[in-house]
């Protein structure tokens, strides 16, 4: 499974530790880290952030996530030919860090956790959505 940026983000503040079976996209890594300097985190933050990096494994972006990025993205924007949006779905353009995240949840057909509704849209795409109430 994957947790999106803001749900690592609840479990570092609490100093809860993650599921076990989670992989972290290295966008989320990147979202962290530019989190906790914008916010000013302290150092038994950071160093429980770094501890998650070293704990879990790190999904780099590499060529083979390439071709469903671009499938992602066409999508969302209703423009993947033959799989059109459906009815009453807007077309959108998705932060890119937030497509790195979709894809590597695809490609790894793994389910996508967030409080987030900026992945609504993927379900009907194939992405395995669970959605966590915001805190």
Same mark, same amino acid.
């Given at each position: ?19 076990? #079976? ?12 530019? !989190? ?16 998650? !990096? ?6 780099? &972006? ?16 209703? #423009? ?10 807007? /077309? #959108? ?7 790195? &995240?979709?894809?590597? /949840?695809?490609? !790894? ?13 993927? &379900? ?5 959505? &669970? ?5």
């Amino acid at each position: 499974m994957i947790f999106d940026t803001n749900l690592i983000i609840k479990h570092i503040r609490k100093s809860q530790n993650l599921p076990s #079976r989670i992989i972290i996209p290295m966008p989320v890594v990147g979202e962290l880290k530019a !989190f906790a300097l914008k916010s000013d985190w302290g150092i038994q933050k950071v160093l429980f952030m770094n501890n998650l !990096f070293n704990l879990f494994p790190l999904v780099e &972006i590499t060529e083979e996530l390439t071709e469903i990025y671009a499938q992602t993205d066409a999508y969302s924007q209703g #423009r993947l030919q033959g799989n059109p949006l459906p009815l009453g779905v807007s /077309a #959108r353009n998705m932060g890119k860090n937030d497509l790195w &995240i979709a894809t590597t /949840a695809l490609y !790894f057909d793994l389910e996508l956790h967030t409080t987030d509704n900026d992945f609504d849209h993927l &379900i009907n795409f194939g992405l395995k959505l &669970i959605k966590h109430l915001p805190s």
